[in-house]
């Protein structure tokens, strides 16, 4: 199977930076669209940044412009660099993998990381 491991969530202070890391492991062939969506207490999980394997991304407004996703493909992982960042970031960052072929599965698959806490005290 397919594992996907988080790391880099912590607490940080407003203004502050953050980096979070997700690497894929498991018997990948190809893995289409890896991303990072966040979960706040009492609201549904949102999508916060995505990167296509031709490099398009996508991310949510209220990111733009701070956040930065970037993806290593030789290494299956995905990176989301957060700057500036306010109270209203914090959230559970969960590393996303859609359009995912494994080497003896005849379908693609999607899977998610099991979250990493990112805190943005005031």
């Known amino acids: 199977q397919v594992q996907l491991m988080e790391s880099g969530g912590d607490l940080v202070q407003a203004g502050g930076s953050l980096g979070l890391s997700c690497a894929a492991s498991g018997s990948i062939l190809r893995i289409d669209v890896m991303g990072w969506y966040r979960q706040a207490p009492g609201k549904p999980r949102e999508l916060v940044a995505t990167?296509?394997?031709?490099?398009?991304?996508n991310y949510a407004d209220s990111v733009k412009g701070r956040f930065t996703i970037s993806r290593d493909n030789a290494k299956n992982t995905v990176y989301l660099q957060m700057n500036n960042l306010n109270p209203e970031d914090t959230a559970v960052y969960y590393c996303?993998?859609?359009?995912?072929?494994?080497?003896?599965?005849?379908?693609?698959?999607?899977?998610w990381g099991r979250g990493t806490q990112v805190t943005v005290s005031s």
């Open positions: 996303n993998a859609e359009g995912v072929r494994i080497a003896w599965l005849p379908n693609d698959h999607e899977y």
């Open positions: 990167k296509k394997l031709d490099g398009r991304t």
